[in-house]
C-alpha cells in the first residue's frame, strides 16, 4: 500500500494569511507569552481555582469529602492503624533495638567473630598495620 502525502501549495491554502500581528513568520509563533487561565471558566462552577495546584482534577470546597477533610484538620483521615498488626509489632521491636543501641540499627546477617574468614580478616589487618608502622 502505498502512503499518499499532500502539502499545502502556498499560506492560504493552510488558513494562515501572511504574517500574524507581531509582524513576524506565521511558521515562528512563540507560544511563550500565551498563559492559561482558568479562572474565569472555574468561577462559573464556583471552584477555586490555585496556581500551585494545576494538575488534576479541580477541588470542589462543597463535596462531602472536602468537608469531612475540613473538620478534621492535621489528623490522619485514613485507614486507622492496628497496633496488634505483625507490622507494627516489627516496627516497635525495631524501634526499642534503636533506643537499646544509642539510634542504630544493626541490619543483615551479624558476624560470627569465630569464623575462619574474621580470624583471617584480623590477622591481614594486624599484618598490614605492622608493615606500616
Known amino acids: 500500500m502505498k502512503l499518499q502525502v499532500t502539502k499545502a501549495q502556498n499560506v492560504d491554502q493552510m488558513g494562515l494569511t501572511g504574517k500574524n500581528e507581531?509582524?513576524?513568520?506565521?511558521?515562528?509563533?512563540?507560544?511563550?507569552?500565551?498563559q492559561f487561565k482558568p479562572e474565569g471558566a472555574l468561577k462559573g462552577l464556583n471552584v477555586q481555582y490555585?496556581?500551585?495546584?494545576?494538575?488534576?482534577?479541580?477541588?470542589?470546597?462543597?463535596?462531602?469529602?472536602?468537608?469531612?477533610?475540613?473538620?478534621?484538620?492535621g489528623k490522619r483521615t485514613g485507614r486507622p492503624i492496628n497496633p496488634n498488626s505483625a507490622r507494627q509489632?516489627?516496627?516497635?521491636?525495631?524501634?526499642?533495638?534503636?533506643?537499646?543501641?544509642?539510634g542504630v540499627v544493626k541490619r543483615g546477617r551479624p558476624v560470627n567473630p569465630n569464623s575462619a574468614r574474621q580470624i583471617a580478616l584480623r590477622e591481614a589487618i594486624a599484618k598490614a598495620v605492622a608493615e606500616q608502622g
Open 89 to 102: 509489632q516489627r516496627l516497635a521491636e525495631q524501634a526499642a533495638r534503636a533506643a537499646a543501641n544509642g
Open 22 to 34: 507581531r509582524g513576524s513568520d506565521p511558521c515562528n509563533f512563540n507560544m511563550n507569552n500565551v
Open 50 to 73: 490555585s496556581v500551585k495546584a494545576q494538575l488534576g482534577r479541580p477541588v470542589d470546597p462543597n463535596s462531602a469529602r472536602q468537608k469531612r477533610l475540613a473538620t478534621a484538620p
